[in-house]
């Protein structure tokens, strides 16, 4: 699955651990997610939507 | 400890020194008890089994570990972990054990069981996800 995280994170000048913060999940995650090593839940990627205010399929998309 | 800011890990940690410091305790105290003459009947079987029981506390801190991580992706790291470990465990125990059906090494373990062989695969596990997904698991710094 790709994703256009870091994209949207950039646009608002946030770091990863900034973007982290406000989902309350680790550095980590994001980074994995960024990278495309890991695929988040469901409810992590509603929650991923909700904070940029977008649709899922708006951010996330299949390979 | 202070340095981790992840609520579980700390918890797990903390759990992980108490448990250490029983696993310590226990064992000089058994020891202790059988050298002095202590050890008979049913005392003998009690103090033996006491030291098992803070490993087995380790066993469940890190299950507790698991349920509590509420951050997703350092929860799979550690299923992939305590997956290899099992892994790992068992493998090694398994061969060991045919090596001793066929006499081809002497039997007992030397005192390295399976919870040790599991704690082994623990580090090791550390270092497969390290490899593969670029993160060793839950770390001090993480949320």
Redesign the interface.
Known sequence: MKNRLKVLRAERDWSQADL??RL??????I???E?G??D??LP?AFRIAALFDMPIESIFSAD | MAGIKNPAARRYTLRLFVLMAAYVLLLIFSKWMFRHGYGEGAVAYALAVLPALPIIGVFWAVMRLLVEQNDEYLRMLLVRQCLFATGFALAITTIREWLQNFDMIPPGDGGFGAAFLWFVGLGLGALFNRLTMGDAGWGGGCR
């Open positions: 982290a913060e309350e999940v680790s550095r980590q995650s980074n994995a997610i990278t090593k890991y988040p839940s992590l």
